[in-house]
Each structure stands twice: as structure tokens, then as C-alpha cells.
């Protein structure tokens, strides 16, 4: 049996990643659970959690590796977006020297965010992948050198006794990534909101699917396209609409066209 409360909120550790600062940001009076990736979605399936911060989208990469996690949900609503301005921190062992870094640890996402200042800065150094900003400074951490850094938030330097050497790292517009909060319950409509579809579709009917949103005069705000995993010809689109589900000539799309599944309606950022 979980020890975690509904009330919890999940996010992918471990703790000192940017999605644990998003969640800071977000739920800094709630408990926070740090999962691995398998039990995030598990959990929430289960409501065994309240909801859970997944990072969807960034500027830099377009979608991340967990947007497919999250549409094979059977079921999910999500209820806010969250984009944020990253800038990142070189974090070391105190007494490391940047002269001294051999090895840098990142998440995939995170190493092509900071690619321009490594390839300038830091172009001799190995860069090594790891599974989350936070386990990138757990790695820093536990080493016995002085020889290894970790690219993050400045969280992790708090949570491990790391120091940083640089800040603002690729800091900029250009650099923003959207989290998902997948909540229970659709918030009521604000005014200025953003409803995400989903269309399980093929090549030759895609067109129309962009017609009856065109002929119901949505807007269309992104679109997204994700492999069926069934044939070539077939794709899941996540597309991404003005307005609230709630609304007249939304609701009214939706009630006569089967072919949309609602994700959620929520504030647009």
C-alpha cells in the first residue's frame, strides 16, 4: 500500500531536476513525491496521487520523451500549463575549479539546451547523459573528484552541497520549457484559456480533421504530431485550441465530432 497521500503531488525524480522546481514554484505549500517515470503515471492512473507535473514541450527540443507517457493514459485531465525561462547552473563539488571538470552530466534535453555555451565554454569537456537534473547532481555529489559537474537548477546545489561556477547558462525566450499539471477535475472556464486535443487519425483524413476545426472557427493555437505505432499512414495529433471546452462553438464541435478526445481546458499561459 502507497504511504502517499491523495493530496500528493508526483513528479519525476530524483529531487533537484527543473521539474522539481517547477513544482516548487507551483505547489510550494503541498508535499511533493519524487517517483521514477514508471510509477509517476502508474500512480496517477491508480489516483493514488493527486496530480502530477510532467514536462511536455521545450522551445529548444520541441516534444519531450514524456508527452507519449502521458497520451497513453487511459484516462488524464489536464488542468494548468506552466512555461518557464530556464537558465541553467554549472554545479561542483566544493574546491572544484572549472579548469579541473572533466565530465559534465545533464539530462539528453538539457545537454542540447546548453550545447552553443559548452561547444564555446567547455568544448573539451565529456558530456553524459543522465536520467534527470536531479540525478545529475546526485552523481556530483557522490563522486570522489573534483573533476565532474552537473548542468541544473540552482535547487540542486542546496540539496547536495554543490557550489555553482556558472549561472544563466543559455538563459533566455529562447529557452522555455511547459510543464502539464494532469489533475481530476477541468477548471471552470477563465476567460483565457487553452483546451488540448487529442486525434487519433490517418494521412489522407488529417485535412478534414483541420476542417471542422476551421469551419467551427477555433483557432488553432499548436500541433503536434505523435507516431500511432500501428502503420505509416496513421498518427496521434496532439492539437492544441483557443478557448475552453465549455465554450458555445467548441462544446458544439465537440458534442457532433467523435474524433476529438478532450485532455483539458485550463488557463492559458
Given at each position: 500500500?502507497?504511504?502517499?497521500?491523495?493530496a500528493?503531488?508526483g513528479?519525476i525524480g530524483?529531487p533537484g531536476?527543473w521539474?522539481?522546481?517547477?513544482?516548487?514554484d507551483?505547489?510550494?505549500?503541498?508535499?511533493?513525491?519524487?517517483l521514477?517515470?514508471?510509477d509517476?503515471?502508474e500512480r496517477?492512473?491508480?489516483?493514488e496521487?493527486?496530480c502530477?507535473?510532467?514536462?511536455?514541450?521545450?522551445?529548444?527540443v520541441?516534444?519531450?520523451?514524456?508527452l507519449?507517457?502521458v497520451?497513453a493514459?487511459?484516462v488524464?485531465?489536464?488542468?494548468?500549463?506552466?512555461?518557464?525561462?530556464l537558465?541553467y547552473?554549472?554545479?561542483?563539488?566544493?574546491?572544484?575549479?572549472r579548469?579541473?571538470?572533466?565530465?559534465?552530466?545533464?539530462?539528453?534535453v538539457?545537454l542540447e539546451?546548453?550545447?552553443?555555451w559548452?561547444?564555446?565554454e567547455m568544448p573539451?569537456?565529456?558530456r553524459?547523459?543522465?536520467?534527470?537534473?536531479g540525478?545529475?547532481?546526485?552523481?556530483?555529489?557522490?563522486?570522489?573528484?573534483?573533476?565532474?559537474?552537473s548542468l541544473?537548477?540552482?535547487v540542486?546545489?542546496s540539496?547536495?552541497?554543490l557550489?555553482?561556477?556558472e549561472d544563466?547558462?543559455?538563459?533566455?525566450?529562447?529557452?522555455?520549457?511547459?510543464?502539464?499539471?494532469l489533475?481530476?477535475?477541468v477548471?471552470?472556464?477563465?476567460?483565457?484559456?487553452?483546451?488540448?486535443?487529442?486525434?487519433?487519425t490517418s494521412?489522407?483524413?488529417?485535412g478534414?480533421v483541420?476542417?471542422l476545426l476551421?469551419?467551427a472557427?477555433?483557432?488553432?493555437?499548436t500541433?503536434?504530431?505523435?507516431?500511432?505505432?500501428q502503420t505509416?499512414d496513421t498518427?496521434?495529433?496532439?492539437i492544441?485550441?483557443?478557448?475552453?471546452?465549455?465554450?458555445d462553438?467548441?462544446?458544439a464541435?465537440?458534442?457532433q465530432?467523435?474524433?476529438?478526445?478532450?485532455?483539458?481546458?485550463?488557463?492559458?499561459k
Amino acid at each position: 500500500m502507497s504511504t502517499h497521500t491523495s493530496a500528493s503531488v508526483g513528479y519525476i525524480g530524483p529531487p533537484g531536476s527543473w521539474t522539481h522546481q517547477a513544482c516548487l514554484d507551483l505547489f510550494n505549500d503541498q508535499p511533493l513525491v519524487p517517483l521514477s517515470r514508471e510509477d509517476l503515471f502508474e500512480r496517477y492512473s491508480k489516483g493514488e496521487i493527486a496530480c502530477i507535473c510532467v514536462p511536455v514541450a521545450t522551445s529548444v527540443v520541441g516534444v519531450t520523451p514524456y508527452l507519449d507517457d502521458v497520451l497513453a493514459l487511459p484516462v488524464l485531465t489536464v488542468v494548468a500549463e506552466y512555461p518557464k525561462m530556464l537558465g541553467y547552473s554549472l554545479l561542483v563539488r566544493p574546491g572544484t575549479r572549472r579548469e579541473d571538470i572533466t565530465d559534465v552530466f545533464a539530462h539528453p534535453v538539457a545537454l542540447e539546451e546548453v550545447k552553443p555555451w559548452l561547444d564555446r565554454e567547455m568544448p573539451h569537456v565529456r558530456r553524459i547523459q543522465a536520467s534527470s537534473g536531479g540525478a545529475a547532481a546526485q552523481t556530483v555529489a557522490n563522486s570522489a573528484g573534483l573533476d565532474k559537474a552537473s548542468l541544473g537548477p540552482m535547487v540542486g546545489s542546496s540539496l547536495y552541497s554543490l557550489v555553482s561556477l556558472e549561472d544563466g547558462i543559455e538563459e533566455g525566450p529562447h529557452n522555455v520549457t511547459r510543464w502539464w499539471v494532469l489533475g481530476r477535475d477541468v477548471p471552470a472556464p477563465s476567460g483565457h484559456d487553452k483546451t488540448s486535443l487529442l486525434v487519433d487519425t490517418s494521412d489522407d483524413q488529417f485535412g478534414a480533421v483541420l476542417a471542422l476545426l476551421a469551419n467551427a472557427r477555433v483557432q488553432i493555437l499548436t500541433i503536434y504530431e505523435r507516431p500511432s505505432k500501428q502503420t505509416l499512414d496513421t498518427h496521434r495529433y496532439l492539437i492544441e485550441v483557443a478557448g475552453h471546452a465549455e465554450d458555445d462553438h467548441l462544446a458544439a464541435l465537440l458534442a457532433q465530432h467523435a474524433v476529438f478526445r478532450v485532455l483539458g481546458s485550463y488557463p492559458r499561459k
